[in-house]
């Protein structure tokens, strides 16, 4: 679990305060239909938690990175649009002073609901996500390698403008998890991921 920093805090401020405003801030009407396209680019809190072969439980702790996520999508009405789409992040990072990477990739199936058909959303999904992790310790017994799979969720919610009838901007908060389970000789093992980020959404016209 992510400890709380002050972005996360004053993020949390942003999605409360941000649709008081929204009404002044908008430049377009909140009319969704047909073919949606999706981009997130943000940055990211992750870390890796497993079991290893010896009994001690292994954390990266809180890594910052880039985030990034695709996703094509198809707006029922105002309120609901359904996507599919991709999202991931990689890391280079420092472990005990021997140098370790990490790559995630998701695929996932995510439902954005509007409830007043404006620019408040809350999202959730589903699907499966994948964690590659070295860590190049000197001695050959210390390394660590490892790229396994596993069930995958997401949760999250935001605020989007409209600029124009075809596309909408905003920001976004987004928690994911990575269930990989037990493997050779790793057991318990996931991810998780904290993204604040700025959505941009193209409406089909």
Do not use: C
Request: proline share 2%; charged share 15%.
């Amino acid at each position: 679990m992510a400890r709380p920093n002050f972005s996360h805090i004053l993020f949390a401020a942003l999605l409360i305060l941000v649709p008081f405003n929204a009404m002044a801030m908008d430049l377009g009407g909140h009319d969704r239909d047909g073919v949606v396209f999706g981009l997130d680019q943000g940055h990211g809190w992750n870390s890796v938690q497993f079991t290893g072969a010896d009994g001690n439980q292994f954390d990266t702790g809180d890594v910052s990175t880039f985030s990034g996520a695709f996703r094509l999508g198809w707006a029922r009405n105002d309120n609901l649009v359904g996507f599919v789409g991709i999202s991931g992040w990689k890391r280079s990072l420092y472990q005990s002073i021997a140098p370790a990477s990490t790559t995630n990739l998701n695929f996932l199936a995510e439902v954005y609901y509007y409830p007043r058909g404006e620019g408040f959303w809350v999202n959730g999904g589903i699907g499966t996500g994948s964690i590659d992790f070295y860590v190049n310790a000197a001695l050959p017994e210390n390394r660590i390698l490892f790229k396994e799979g596993g069930f995958t969720y997401t949760l999250g919610a935001g605020y989007e403008f409209r600029a124009s009838d075809a596309l909408a901007f905003g920001i976004s908060y987004k928690y994911t998890d990575i269930d990989m389970g037990d493997f050779g000789n790793i057991t318990a093992a996931g991810a998780t991921n904290h993204v604040l980020a700025m959505t941009f959404h193209f409406y089909q016209q």
